[in-house]
């Protein structure tokens, strides 16, 4: 099993910037994909970025504002130019070669405010 903490969520203006980190531990044999989610009342659970080796992606949404990163088995998501649209519990994910499973972390809750 993996298992994955995350922090640096919070409330934050708008136009303002946070900084996510996901520290993974456990049992890593060879973490492949790393990625942040989010999650806002009443929606579901969406992908915001994912990093593959050195190779990023991310939604639309957060083009140009959202940067992830990865130090070894820490993913991070630094956060400018938030918007209140923003605000949602982040969670982050991993996978494994070799491994079925995707892996969670508790979630962080971040909201900014108009």
């Known amino acids: 099993q993996v298992q994955l903490v995350e922090s640096g969520g919070g409330l934050v203006q708008a136009g303002g910037s946070l900084r996510l980190s996901c520290a993974a531990s456990?049992?890593?044999?060879?973490?492949?994909?790393m990625g942040w989610y989010r999650q806002a009342p009443g929606k579901q659970r969406e992908s915001v970025a994912t990093?593959?080796?050195?190779v990023t992606s991310y939604t639309d949404a957060v083009k140009g504002r959202f940067t992830i990163s990865r130090d070894k088995n820490t993913v991070y998501l630094q956060m400018n130019s938030l918007k209140p649209e923003d605000t949602a519990v982040y969670y982050c994910?991993?996978?494994?070669?070799?491994?079925?499973?995707?892996?969670w972390g508790q979630g962080t809750q971040v909201t900014v405010s108009s």
């Open positions: 994910s991993t996978r494994q070669i070799f491994d079925a499973n995707t892996y």
């Open positions: 456990g049992s890593i044999t060879s973490i492949n994909v």
């Open positions: 990093i593959i080796g050195g």
